[in-house]
């Protein structure tokens, strides 16, 4: 992913003031910053969920995105959920959506409502519905939030994995939780990511 001087605002208030960034395959790659930095409308730019005021982001291959609030419908199950996502996605089978569920410890609850189920649980339901079409690109907004320790662990057992696959992986979050497992850091900074805050793991 390349992203050339990409710039945001809203209204008066600027929020992005120029950020470049490259992303390269096979990396873990994070972002962070306090509340109010951008961070989420920088995710939403480079999702193609929000356009930007001055700026290039381009993809190469698929990427999938995974919101902070997930959104589900409460009334559907997790299995009728993956079937819904499949259509959109035309995708011919769910072998990688059951395979993203069996890491993640979702499995057992295919035939459970979105509404019935945890905070933690709905988070799972979220990556994996980002994951089932196995993009190239992954781009996690807060992505742990509401994981027990178990399923935090699983989470970058799998994050790992996708790497070693040649996955990109870049997560946003407001605090650096293990900085040891990224490849790349960055923090975003006055609407901009900091060069000098970059770090190689």
Known sequence: ????????????????????????????????????????????????ELRPTHGTVRHSGRFGYCPQHAVLNDALTVR??????????????LGHAEWIMNVLGLAEYADERAGVLSGGTRQKLNLTLALMHDPQVLLLDEPYQGFDWDTYR???????????AGRSI??????AYDTERLDELWTLTS???????ADTA
Do not use: C
Not at 85 to 90: E, G, K, N, Y
Not at 170 to 175: D, K, T, Y
Not at 191 to 197: E, K, S
């Open 1 to 48: 992913m390349e992203v050339r001087n990409v710039r945001h605002s809203y209204r008066r208030r600027t929020v992005l003031r120029g950020v470049d960034l490259h992303l390269r395959g096979g990396v873990v790659a994070g972002i962070v910053g306090e509340n109010g930095a951008g961070k989420t409308t920088l995710l939403k730019v480079l999702a193609g």
């Open 80 to 93: 009728q959920h993956l079937d819904f996502f499949q259509s959109a996605f035309r995708l011919p089978q």
């Open 154 to 164: 699983r989470f970058w057992a799998l994050a790992a994995r996708l790497r070693d």
């Open 170 to 175: 870049l997560i946003v979050s407001h605090l």
């Open 191 to 197: 609407g901009v990511l900091d060069p000098r805050a």
